[in-house]
């Protein structure tokens, strides 16, 4: 016990002083991954958008607009969903979600923990989706 006291005593200051460091510099760098992934981002949409033909509007060339759809029940939000949400909208340049109703959900799945307007607001709220439909 004493020796326990002694080394808290004279090592135990300096270790949480390291540990406050190392907690600061960490969420530091969380802060830096999630900048560099914003940017990666973006950059993989300007890929696209210049990797896409091109159609004649009248007088000018705008590039294509690649919309892609997908559906889903959504009534528990988790990380999964927010992934495929962000792997959709990387396939194209406009994602459009689609929400199962109550009905079809409780047909195939038995009853939904949300109401429709809940889970469209959940996947509204969403970054890589650009529009909800019913």
């Known amino acids: ?3 326990l006291i002694i080394y808290y005593v004279l090592f135990g200051k300096r270790h949480r002083r390291k540990r ?4 600061e510099e960490l969420r530091v760098a969380q802060r830096q991954v999630h900048v560099l992934e914003e940017q990666l981002f973006n950059a993989k949409i300007e890929d696209i958008m210049a990797s896409t033909p ?13 919309r892609i759809f997908m559906d889903g029940a959504f009534d528990v939000m988790h990380y999964g969903h927010m992934n495929a949400f962000r792997l959709g909208r990387s ?12 009905e079809s959900i409780k047909e195939c799945k038995g009853p939904p923990l949300m109401n429709d ?4 607001t959940m996947v509204k709220g969403c970054k890589f989706v650009d529009e909800v439909v019913p």
């Open 54 to 66: 091109t159609r004649k509007n009248s007088s000018s060339q705008q590039p294509r607009q690649i």
């Open 20 to 23: 406050k460091v190392l907690a």
């Open 117 to 120: 307007e809940e889970r469209m």
């Open 1 to 3: 016990v004493v020796t």
């Open 91 to 102: 396939l194209g340049t406009y994602l459009i979600v689609g929400v199962n109703s109550d």
